[in-house]
């Protein structure tokens, strides 16, 4: 996950509040109580952190030995618990390839206005990637048109596009969705609508030729440097197939896109004014361009690993909950000042795959068979653009209307005991009923995202599942620290994403206290058991962004 709300503190609290009972919840039998208090336990959850996240599994980078050897080890796991393999022809491994992408720009790009010549300086005014897996690309005096915020929404009335044919040209885009009005979008919260990865996307099935998104720090929730960081280098993605495919993404900064208008003679704030209508239509700017770039294309394989607990009742076992985490980091690589070169992952996310564990080990100690069927899934590549989650969505085990639910964990609390709980999914399914009455059972307060803006929802495997209609839920650690003082709790986050997120010093030692992460998996298995019982499949609340894809999922099933 991009930002994870996590910190640093010593073992506080004793031994015996460790194995502090799930408080009873009324729905939920005594026997599954008693299988989340035996199974979800500090040893279940730091034996597999500390062989996953050990220096002999090297950070289990994607397509390397480590890599085979974290799967095996994660499907052996499965196998010992009496799960069955999930994939084709008694497979426990899905396999795919990742395609690395090392582009070449020019150092400088040009364009032609009615008015001016500009030319962008790489890095400083323009950051691009290539949209093509091919060893050269070229755009050839492609026309720049503005298209507002890129947006078609139709459960908002919103179409940027109209019926203006955009094909062969390089559209100019804000960032982020409408957010200055909650009747007009969801206020401040950033949706699909808002991400670049929709906007070129919608860009793509315009059949345009390229797409720039427009770079301000409130609309894209960071800073120039960020984009630089994020996007200058090499790119990974699934090999592409028939989908339609931009020859050209890139980000320009506000000043860079207001002297490109310029050179057409139109004025930036003008246009951003306009489009903040439904009314507002593409605007073509006069401005051509054509540029040549090259690719360095590399291949890995790597895998998904699953395993299937079959559901106990005859009509619901068709029915699956996937219970997700993903297992890749990111290998061996730049020396850290300690010159630790190993990326161990181990709360990203060794701690992940260790609660999807002992919740599969639990749910099949039950005495009875949970209802629906369980799939304990772990992708792969996630931290290279959520690419395992992003195949099985593409192609799943069990037909996507079949997917009851996914819960995914990213991380775990590594600081202790919280009064309250965070669900990143809140607002958007009727999930949200079912965790919160584990809350309540546990005796926590279950928070939104604290910070709607950032776009957690969308930063992790359950994203995936969103876009194929499934609704999810994710959860992220407790702000408020049983004995510590208001505010502690997040800014031993602060720190630890400081000094440890994606770094070496991510790994496991002996500060970590387990009693946080025992209570989360619990209150992921009792809510995931909740999901295999209920009568009725979850559903999104109406009007959700991902409502659509639930409907065309549920049809196509019925059409079968
Ligand atoms: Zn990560």
Redesign the pocket.
Known sequence: ??V?ELGRFGTVLTAALAAVAVARSPAVPDAVEHAARTYITRGALEAPVRFLSSDLLEGRGPGTRADRLARLYLQSRLEDMGYSAAFADGSWQQPFDIVGIKSQFPKSWSFQGKNARVDLVWRDDYIAVSGLQSESVALDDAELVFVGYGIQAPEYQWNDFKAVNLAGKILVMMNNNPDWDPNLFAGKRRLYYGRWDYKYERAARQAAAGAIIIHTTPSAGYPWQVVQSSWGGEQFELPAGSEARLRLKAWATEAATRRLLQAGGYDLDKLLAAARSRDFKPVPLGVHTSITFTNKLSRVQTANVGGVLPGGDPKLAAQVVVLSA?HD??GIGEPDAGGDRIYH?AV??ASGCAQVLAIARALAALPQRPRRSLLALFVAG??RGLLGSGYYAQHPSFPAGRIAANINI??GNIFGRTRDATLISMGKSSLDEIAAGVAKSQGRALKPDQFPDRGYYYR?DQFAFAKIGVPALFFADGTDFVGRPAGWGRQQIEEWELKN??QPADKLDGSWNFDGMIQDAQLDMLSAWLVTQADAMPAWKPGDEFEAARKQALAALAGK
Request: negative net charge; glycine residues 12%; aromatic residues 12%.
């Open positions: 996950m991009a994870r993903h980091h990111f992952g990203d996310n996630e931290e990213d991380g992790s997120y994606h």
